[in-house]
């Protein structure tokens, strides 16, 4: 909790990251592919996931699991930063 807490307090996120935090928000807790989400790339993705920002899943089943397997969505700290903001 307190590293969530410092996380909240003092981290400042990329415009990237930002921009996919907020893209992100869209999908209302469904694991959407990276597809379905503008201007997110793999990279992006991956730096939200080292930070607890995001979690990765199977693909919810309205999407082609054969053509998107891997979903993404925001973790509970990443609703935390979507309502902070971008930064601290």
Known sequence: ???????????ALSAREWRAVQE????????????????????TAKSLLEKGLA????????FDRATFPIGYRLTGLGWKIMRRGRKP
């Open 1 to 11: 909790m307190k590293d969530e807490e410092r996380f909240i307090a003092q981290e």
């Open 24 to 43: 992100l928000s869209k999908a209302f807790g469904d694991f959407e592919p990276l597809a379905m989400r503008d201007r997110i790339g793999p990279l």
């Open 55 to 62: 979690e990765m899943g199977p693909s919810e089943p309205r």
